[in-house]
Nanobody, 120 residues
Framework: QVQLVESGGGLVQPGGSLRLSCAASGSIFRLNAMGWYRQAPGKQRESVAATSGGRTSYADSVKGRFTISRDNAKNTVYLQMNSLKPEDTAVYYC???????????????WGQGTLVTVSS
């Protein structure tokens, strides 16, 4: 009933920038939290950044380089990634938690993932 569609991944050189977008659609009563995770080859999925109730949080590895923002009118969350490093290479997943409008039940959904490759 709720879907996430991600965009913005790709290949970028070290030191470059990318912006990821994630739009939520469907029967949404309220979005409580949205965030970004990533999974590099051979590693576990890790939290990168999250936003909830106007607050943001970041993994130590991306603080000062990544910025998460949210457009509540569009149910969209963004991840601006600057000063990218090869170790940022991963599949990035969007995550959203909230309440379904038709049932007033809570939900948690994941996007399909978008690949970010940082390489020269």
């Amino acid at each position: 009933q709720v879907q996430l569609v991600e965009s913005g991944g790709g290949l970028v050189q070290p030191g470059g920038s990318l912006r990821l977008s994630c739009a939520a659609s469907g029967s949404i009563f309220r979005l409580n939290a949205m965030g970004w995770y990533r999974q590099a080859p051979g590693k576990q999925r890790e939290s990168v950044a999250a936003t909830s109730g106007g607050r943001t949080s970041y993994a130590d590895s991306v603080k000062g380089r990544f910025t998460i923002s949210r457009d509540n009118a569009k149910n969209t969350v963004y991840l601006q990634m600057n000063s990218l490093k090869p170790e940022d290479t991963a599949v990035y997943y969007c995550n959203a938690r909230g309440v379904v409008a038709s049932t007033l039940r809570s939900f948690e959904v994941w996007g399909q993932g978008t690949l970010v490759t940082v390489s020269s």
